[in-house]
């Protein structure tokens, strides 16, 4: 059974960082897999933040919505099956419950569609105070 979990959020203050994990089991990262970022703020849809893709070949792809790229960085360690979303300079508009995600095929898009992940954590809450 994949499992995706998520920790690191709290409370921080604009300009701060927060570093956020999402630790899998079900699954190794010795194959291909993909982990996607997403949040959804009050009142509002989920979405996409970026992912990374990873092959057997050894491929990577990091991929990152426009809103975030500069600020937000997405890194893995392979063997502790732990994908990061290292969020910096955050901003009231970041306050969201942030959500890793998987999907059945490991391969996914840059379309950040939620519909092409099979799997998600629970979600782990940041806010940021102005």
């Known amino acids: 059974e994949v499992q995706l979990a998520e920790s690191g959020g709290g409370l921080v203050q604009a300009g701060g960082s927060l570093r956020l994990s999402c630790t899998v089991s079900g699954f190794t990262f010795d194959e291909d897999y993909a982990i996607g970022w997403f949040r959804q703020a009050p009142g509002k849809e989920r979405e996409g933040i970026g992912f990374?893709?990873?092959?057997?070949?050894?491929?990577?792809?990091?991929y990152y919505r426009d809103s975030v790229k500069g600020r937000f960085t997405i890194s893995s360690d392979n063997a502790k099956n732990t994908v990061y979303l290292q969020m910096d300079s955050l901003n009231a508009e970041d306050t969201a419950v942030y959500y890793c995600?998987?999907?059945?095929?490991?391969?996914?898009?840059?379309?950040?569609?939620?519909?092409?992940?099979?799997?998600w954590g629970q979600g782990t809450q940041v806010t940021v105070s102005s």
């Open positions: 995600a998987a999907p059945y095929s490991g391969v996914v898009t840059t379309e950040l569609n939620l519909y092409e992940y099979d799997y």
């Open positions: 990374i893709m990873y092959s057997e070949d050894g491929d990577v792809t990091i």
